[in-house]
């Protein structure tokens, strides 16, 4: 008996997700994966040449014009990631990440050009909206390709790359901002050529990186979708592969060309309403917690340790390194022990840290060393709890509104934790007083041990599930799937 006209019966996802590890797998996560790398990147070097941004011949920037051109990369960030999000819902992933990708090439090569306050805040907002832009685009990609039983570690892992460009951000500044090196005026424009020179590496990379076919299925485009996975299959027969089919499932899909803003909404707030209040929860809370730090990182160096501002990213590079390892080394257990538990315990055990370790800095007990040491602990953990955010937003939701959700979480977390986050923990610094900044540590630890019980009580356990499972799609018919 044959399906409705207007019903597409597919094994297509079930096939995606029976797939070993490959090659083809490795090549998309460095391709698409260097988003986070490059914001990393981005976020540091804004920090690290503020001061040569303030003695620059041609800008002269005062503090507040250094603080709002930060602020015009967040809120480019958060207009590009909702915009983005949209149109790669719409028109597809490929297209989209290549546009969002070029947009950053141009707009990064451009802010080494400024002539002006006005044409640096253009650039860095464009740069910013690119930025955000390739999280909706890419994190949907890499979710769509990648096998249900390590998508979490998968996602962690890249994720956990924002710190090595924060590391590349912070060694490249000390090398290109030193005199000897380069002139004053140059070093500051040859900071953010990195990011260009990276991004027109990655662009090749993703000429060969197809439209992902669970995208295809449900914008009524079977067969270029079978074709994809039909050559993705071949590639690994041809490396040696047998591919089972005991594990192939058949969804049914209402054929259908796009999804209506109204059934978006209704989606994200009336059908999936206490996932995207676990998603809020957490995204808010690791937003605030790690942008109220990070970015306040220098100046409780600087004003209570008395390090040298030319000397604040050699401590940065041992705090990236515990960052990055993070993810990394628990990503495994996220798909093992499972999402709620390695959620809840991630952001408990942040928060319980930071009160530690806040008590003994307001106490002044901590040297430097030992100060930076205990952030490395903090951020170990802090780091996967943060990527585990982005791995529930990006996976909780219908695939028809996947890159949007995810657009609308990370706005709403980097719009967040980039204004409030911030400005709350600078006047804290500027108070002189250890005691003001602590009691903003409690702030962020509440929040964090917070959003632990909401993921305990409320989170999903998506691990080793397929996207379909985890999340049926909008179009989904029957009861097989």
């Known amino acids: 008996m044959h399906p409705p006209p207007d019903i597409v019966e597919t094994d297509l996802p079930s096939r995606l997700d029976r797939l070993p590890w490959g090659r083809f797998h490795t090549l998309i996560v460095v391709a698409l994966g260097v988003t986070w790398l490059l914001d990393g990147l981005e976020v540091t070097l804004a920090g690290a040449v503020a001061s040569a941004l303030k003695t620059s011949p041609a800008l002269h920037f005062s503090n507040a014009d250094v603080g709002i051109a930060s602020s015009a990369y967040i809120a480019g960030a958060v207009l590009g990631a909702l915009f983005f999000g949209w149109l790669t819902d719409r028109l597809g992933r490929r297209k989209l990440f290549f546009v969002t990708?070029?947009?950053?090439?141009?707009?990064?090569?451009?802010?080494?050009?400024?002539?002006?306050l006005a044409s640096f805040i253009v650039f860095r907002f464009l740069t910013g909206a690119g930025i955000g832009g390739e999280y909706a685009a890419i994190n949907?990609?890499?979710q769509e390709f990648t096998p249900a039983r390590v998508r979490g570690w998968t996602d962690l892992a890249i994720n956990g790359t924002f710190w090595v460009g924060a590391a590349l951000g912070a060694?490249?500044?000390?090398?290109?901002?030193?005199?000897?090196?380069?002139?004053g005026d140059w070093g500051w424009r040859a900071c953010f050529l990195i990011g260009a020179a990276l991004a027109l590496v990655i662009v090749p990379m993703r000429m060969w990186i197809p439209e992902s076919p669970r995208w295809l299925l449900t914008h009524n485009q079977p067969g270029p979708a079978s074709h994809i996975v039909e050559a993705i299959e071949a590639r690994f027969r041809r490396a040696g592969h047998v591919l089972s089919d005991e594990s192939v499932r058949v969804l049914r899909l209402r054929e259908r060309k796009g999804t209506p803003l109204r059934e978006v909404l209704h989606a994200l707030f009336v059908l999936h309403r206490r996932r995207s209040f676990v998603g809020f929860s957490l995204m808010t809370a690791q937003a605030f917690f790690y942008n109220a730090i990070?970015?306040?990182?220098?100046?409780?160096?600087?004003?209570?340790?008395?390090?040298?501002g030319d000397h604040v990213g050699w401590?940065?590079?041992?705090?990236?390194?515990?960052?990055?390892?993070?993810?990394?080394?628990?990503?495994?257990?996220?798909d093992s022990i499972g999402r709620r538990a390695m959620i809840a315990f991630t952001y408990a055990i942040s928060g319980v840290l930071l009160i530690a370790c806040g008590y003994l800095f307001e106490r002044g007990w901590l040297t430097v060393v030992e100060q930076t040491v205990a952030w490395m602990v903090?951020?170990?953990?802090?780091?996967?709890?943060?990527?585990?955010?982005?791995?529930?937003?990006?996976e909780?939701?219908?695939l028809e509104i996947r890159a949007l959700a995810i657009a609308v979480f990370y706005a709403f977390g980097t719009g967040l934790g980039g204004i409030a986050g911030p400005a709350f923990f600078g006047r804290l610094i500027d108070t002189h007083q250890a005691s003001k900044v602590f009691s903003g540590y409690l702030v962020g630890a509440a929040l964090m041990i917070a959003a632990a019980l909401v993921a305990a009580v409320w989170g999903i356990n998506a691990e080793r599930k397929p996207l379909e499972h985890v999340a049926l799609p909008l179009s989904a018919v029957g009861d097989d799937q």
Do not use: K, M, Q
């Open 315 to 334: 401590y940065l590079l041992p705090f990236a390194l515990g960052n990055f390892l993070g993810p990394l080394v628990l990503g495994h257990a996220f």
């Open 294 to 308: 990070f970015f306040t990182y220098a100046l409780v160096l600087t004003e209570f340790y008395r390090v040298p």
């Open 140 to 142: 949907s990609t890499i």
């Open 396 to 398: 909780s939701f219908p």
């Open 378 to 394: 903090i951020f170990f953990f802090a780091s996967a709890a943060a990527s585990s955010a982005y791995l529930t937003v990006s």
């Open 171 to 183: 060694g490249g500044s000390i090398v290109l901002l030193d005199p000897h090196v380069l002139p």
């Open 101 to 116: 990708l070029s947009l950053y090439l141009v707009a990064t090569a451009a802010t080494a050009t400024s002539w002006n």
